[in-house]
């Protein structure tokens, strides 16, 4: 397809350094792609996104059909028209958030009818037209309709949403149009490898230029998600994308990509520095602890980012305990930064043949030092 393609330009055992070129721009990987649910990221505009050399947004199939609709983005230039970046975007399928945040009115073979977590209206999802809104939201990647099982669902339950999930992939296929778009396949089956191996060979049939690996960010034990990587490395073709769908934490980052995953992204970093908390080369810091109150240092002494060359912990935690909006903007772009720039740091260890010399330094240091302390 004319505008993308996707190269392995270094491996380090199982872990790759590639360029994934799309119509918006390249992306070097392994990348992190910041979450940008209702058509952007929380508290951070895309100038900061930008400087800190985020390349690929993720935004919300679910969120943007409802509000505010995918026809209006489509009428004005998609996703790239509507908010102003100018880079790749990513959207998903739509069926992980319906499964999880929608009153579920039915799920058939055609779809699931749901009732928006919004304003109650009904809607549906299928395969068709989860491909229509992302075709109208127009972002540089489109994920096929999965059925997205809970982490804990018996291995019966997970089979079938497997098979269908084959199925849809093959009508998301059918129903795809865009030819400056592109779509990738979900795999699912839980933590049996068994069936994760079926659903990535059926998917591998039906052909697509990129493979997710959905439903491991459903609260699964994390040895059952790196043996589903690990079975799933010598399956999925070398030569295509590979990304991890809603992991995780810093670590999980780096244990994936030691694994062979190519893209990922997450809410955590967002989501935890609303909530006050920050990830750093030392661990993890929650600014509410009262240690900070008179702490003069940056949240990472370590960190080259906007908020620690000017921010203190005094006062972030005064910001965040007094409400200011400012708090969750610095302390999200903090967050994201440390997520792109461990990403950066895979990138160069993967070329440099260093990669699991680096990962377990970085591990170490990540676990060794709590920065609150206890
Ligand atoms: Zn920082």
């Known amino acids: ?152 669902a018996p291995r019966e339950a997970v089979a079938e949403a497997t098979a269908r999930t084959t199925r849809w992939a093959r009508r998301s296929r059918a129903a795809h149009r865009r030819d400056d778009q592109w779509l990738f396949g979900i795999v699912q089956g839980g933590v049996h490898l068994d069936l994760r191996e079926t659903s990535a060979r059926e998917l591998l049939e039906i052909g697509f230029p990129g493979y997710a690996v959905g439903g491991l960010s459903v609260g699964e034990p994390k040895p059952g998600r790196d043996r589903v990587l690990e079975h799933l490395d010598p399956i999925l073709p070398a030569e295509r994308p590979r990304y991890l769908m809603g992991v995780g934490t810093p670590e999980d980052l780096v244990d994936s990509v030691a694994r062979g995953v190519d893209m990922f992204d997450c809410v955590l970093p967002t989501r935890n520095a609303r909530n006050g908390q920050l990830f750093t080369s030392r661990g993890r810091l929650s600014i509410r602890n009262a240690r900070y109150k008179d702490d003069p240092r940056p949240p990472d002494p370590e960190c080259a980012c906007p908020t620690c060359r000017t921010a203190s912990r005094a006062y972030l935690r005064h910001l965040h305990q007094a409400g200011e909006m400012t708090a969750a903007t610095l302390m999200s772009i903090h967050n994201l930064f440390f997520y792109v720039d461990i990403m950066k740091a895979m990138r160069q260890s993967i070329r440099l043949c260093r990669f699991e010399e680096w990962r377990g330094a970085t591990l170490r240091r990540l676990a060794a030092a709590d920065q609150d302390g206890s």
């Not at 996707?6 to 199982?14: K, L, M, Q, S, T």
């Not at 985020?54 to 908010?83: C, E, K, Q, S, W």
């Not at 037209?129 to 999965?146: C, K, P």
Request: glycine content about 14%; charged content about 20%.
């Open 1 to 152: 397809m004319a505008g993308f393609s996707f190269a392995v330009e270094a491996r380090d055992g199982r872990a790759r350094a590639g360029r994934l070129v799309t119509p918006h721009g390249e992306v070097e990987t392994p990348v992190f792609m910041p979450v940008g649910t209702a058509g952007a990221v929380k508290a951070v505009l895309h100038r900061d996104l930008r400087e800190m050399g985020a390349r690929i947004l993720l935004a919300n199939t679910y969120h943007l059909m409802l509000r505010p609709g995918d026809a209006l983005v489509g009428g004005l230039g998609g996703l790239h028209g509507f908010t102003g970046w100018d880079g790749p975007f990513l959207t998903d399928s739509g069926g992980y958030q319906v499964f999880s945040l929608a009153a579920l009115r039915k799920l058939d073979e055609e779809g699931v009818r749901f009732q928006s977590h919004i304003d109650g209206t009904a809607h549906t999802l299928s395969p068709e037209r989860s491909m229509e809104v992302q075709q109208n939201l127009g972002a540089d990647i489109a994920m096929a309709f999965d059925e997205c099982p809970p982490g804990d």
